[in-house]
DNA sequence: AACAACTTTTAGATTACCCTAAAAATGGTA
DNA sequence: TACCATTTTTAGGGTAATCTAAAAGTTGTT
């Protein structure tokens, strides 16, 4: 069984290589979990002779087969949890992410099934991301970044790829949530700002960092 | 913030002292917590330090106020997840507990306030243990070992004191359950056993070891 | 191709917890 | 009261994960 600090170093190696599976440099890895540098050299090492990561010194680190499924399937008990927490408990969807962060090491096979009945077999957790099946598969949905759509395009919020309190909090105060609809009303290309209405109703202008992390889907 | 480990300890010492706050000895804890007794000297006297436990060389453990509250929330939180999984889950009760000793350690006091809510602030466990309120006290209920009551007595289980995998399936052998009626139909006091009548139906006969171990109420 | 800037690795410690083996203290009994 | 069995503590290590500081490797620029 896993040790928390291996599933940590796993997601986070998952989530860095993205959908290419590229290779992860050290500081990256470093970076996301805030620790040193140096402390993830020694990590690698140790999750190479475990056969968790592909590691070549000085060249970086990708997931073998048996350590991307258990990534997916920390990730599938992460976003489970969160399913939870908002639909069951009524927490926000600005503070769940830390909780979620200890729930997913909870060690129990029949517990994660039997919650995942629980909770209807819920396809996407509550910032919109799919929740991989019990064998670490996605279900499939095309997903764009907001910056990604033309003037006059209309879509619909799936989720964020940002999930700070403070992005959250940002994003309740001007009232934009999951399933709100988004219209793309002008693009300035000196800054990549956007001019965007929410919901037919509000007009903004959002960043260009803000649009990046603002997930759309096309089709409801 | 306390370390799981930490909370296993002030857990193990709040259980071994019992209602008289007795000091506990080194050896107990290390047979509650499967450890050494070398292992749990040293914690205790690191544990003195943070001043979660009174500890004199050789004399046995007692809790300070602090690690008193401490214990009692931890088990507040166990007892609170275990109705978690088995009301909402549909856990049988011989399978909550390693799950719970898990889901105790959870970092987060909204959360478990939340549950509490969600749950309906349940004031037992599913094996009829109280749950301390939120300032660590216990609603009050008189309780009895099945082996005190008289012939001709009759009572409802509300708890058990031994919660072993073992014993719970076997009271799920003879369909004993929480809130089950037991009346008691004769004592041998040769060997201590106890025929009883299992809701107004089976009789059957325990030995005292069962008896001493099935928490009952006499009234509903 | 050489060097500076950056990234990565190694070396050596630290912390929290656990262990075995041996020494010290305690307590019941002859 | 003196001894023996038992309990408890100390001494000395071990492991997993972390850190700082220094050495080694890589890369982009000229």
Do not use: C
Request: charged residues 30%; glycine residues 6%; proline residues 3%.
């Amino acid at each position: 069984m896993q040790s928390s600090t291996t599933e940590d170093y796993l997601k986070a190696i998952f989530k860095l290589s993205g959908p290419l599976k590229n290779g992860v440099s050290t500081n990256a890895i470093s970076e996301e979990l805030s620790t040193k540098a140096s402390s993830v050299s020694d990590m690698v090492k140790k999750l190479a002779e475990k056969e968790l990561v592909n590691y070549v010194k000085y060249q970086g680190t990708t997931l073998t087969e048996e350590g991307e499924k258990i990534a997916l399937h920390v990730i599938r008990k992460h976003r489970l949890w969160e399913v939870f927490l908002v639909d069951k408990l009524k927490f926000g969807w600005d503070e769940i992410h830390e909780i979620a962060e200890q729930l997913e090491h909870i060690k129990s096979p029949k517990l994660i099934d039997k919650l995942d009945e629980h909770l209807g077999f819920p396809k996407s957790d509550p910032h919109g991301d799919l929740i991989p099946d019990k064998n670490g598969n996605f279900p499939e949905l095309k997903k764009f970044k907001l910056n990604k759509l033309e003037i006059g395009e209309k879509a619909i919020l799936i989720g964020v790829s940002e999930d700070s309190k403070e992005f959250l909090r940002y994003l309740d105060g001007i009232n934009l949530k999951l399933g709100s609809s988004i219209e793309v009303v002008d693009f300035f290309s000196f800054d990549k700002s956007i001019k965007v209405k929410i919901n037919n109703e509000t007009e903004l202008t959002f960043s260009d960092l803000v649009a990046q992390n603002l997930n759309v889907s096309k089709e409801k």
